[in-house]
Every structure is written in C-alpha cells, then in structure tokens.
C-alpha cells in the first residue's frame, strides 16, 4: 500500500551508538586469523599518506567485514572510503547500504547511528548534486527516524516547493498528514496535485485513505474504485477488492 512509508514519525529515542562499542562487538565474534588481517588494515588507514591508500585501505576493510556479515561496520567503511573519493555515486551507493541496514536492524541504538551516518553521506552528495530530489527526500525520511520529524517534513516541503509535480515527495507529506491527523490537509494536497495529475493512482489511493481515516467511508470506497481502474497489475487490483471489503 502506498500509505506506509517504511518510517516512524516519533522517530528513534535515546542516544546512537558509538562506532568503537560497535566494532568492539564485532570484534569478539571474529576469528583470530581474521582479527590480525583486520588491525593490519586499520594500520594502514592510520599510516597511509596518499589518499588512494587510505580509500584502498577502507575498501579492503568493507570487503573483510562484509564477508563476516558485519553489514553496519562493512557500510561504515565504505562510507569513509566514498567521502575521500567525494563522488556522488560512491556516497549513495554507501548510503543506500546503511538504509538496506536499517529495514532489519532491531537495536534502536544501533538504527539510529546507521541513520545519522546516512545523514552524512547524503549531505556531503548533495553538495556536489544539490538539485538531486530523490537524495533530498532519503534523506527527509532519515531525519524523521532520528527524532527529527519537523527537519524531514522541511526538507520535503522544500522539494515540492522548487518541484511541485515530485509525486514521491508530494504522497509523503499527505501520508505524514495523514499519519498526525491532519486528514483534511492530506486531502487538499492531493486535490491540487490531481488537478495536474488526474491519472496518479497513488495520489488517488492516499486521498481515498484520508477520507477513510476522517470516516468518510462511502467517499473513500468511491476513491478506491477509482484508483483501481487506473492500474494494470490484476494482483494490485484484488489487493484493493480485499481492502475495500475489509472498511466496509
């Protein structure tokens, strides 16, 4: 359903862990071959003069790390060797490592640092990209993890403001509204959206979802008929038929 937002408006509580806690943790559970292989690498990171070496370095350590199922220490440094190359495509792709993380980790602590950590990579990406709305709106939904949901709901705001036909960022703030009550404001937002898009089944279906949450159950059936009839996938379809048996 296009109403979850894979995010948690009152975001994470408490403090994120330290790295070293982390990777003193990891370290308990590695082998002793293994564990000599990975200070020689940190020597080298500590050592290594040329930028090259160190991104080498970092590189060799993700590797190692990400062979032993450590995915949050293997994305860390991946994350330090891309803000030495300073790429776009490196920052993201290290990222969109610590978000892949983030669907399954369940120590709250542990969520929040991988958070921050994507934070920063977005940050330093959006520099060298700075028109990038897709980073932009990662980036919101991430702040709205960490306990920021006023910072989140600013930078999409700021998306739709310089890009108002931007359907992800628009369905996001009407799925927020949504999510704080805000029924009427969701519904508004994808009216005037529609009016330019009357063919967005995603818009259709959240705002058929405003109304059913508002209890406007009639309204929202006739929205989600409607949407159905704009989709192709027959297994789309059903899931709607259910949805709608299942508010009637």
Known sequence: MPTDTHMHSGGQ???????????????????A???LSITTLENKVVRGDVKNQQIAAYKELYATWDSLNQLPIAAY?????????NSEKSLTFAANLF??????????????????QAITLLDQALQLSPGNDSLKIKQALLYMNTGEPMTGVAKLKEVVATNPDNVEAQLTLAN???????????????ETFLQKHPDEAKAIFVMAEA?????????????????????????????????????R
Do not use: T
């Open 99 to 116: 978000l892949e993380h983030l669907e399954h980790a369940q120590d709250p602590a542990v969520s929040k640092w991988e958070s921050l």
């Open 13 to 31: 509580e408490g403090q994120p862990i330290a790295f070293n806690e982390l990777l003193a943790a990891a370290k308990q559970k590695v082998p």
């Open 77 to 85: 440094y991946l994350g330090e060797a891309a803000k030495l190359e």
């Open 211 to 247: 109304y059913r949450s508002k209890g406007d159950v009639k309204k929202a059936v006739e929205l989600f008929e409607q949407c159905k009839k704009l989709l192709k996938d027959p297994s789309l379809k059903a899931e709607i038929d259910n949805y709608i048996k299942s508010i």
């Open 176 to 190: 927020l509204a949504i999510q704080s009550g805000q029924n009427d404001k969701a519904i508004e937002r994808m």
């Open 33 to 35: 071959s293994k564990l």
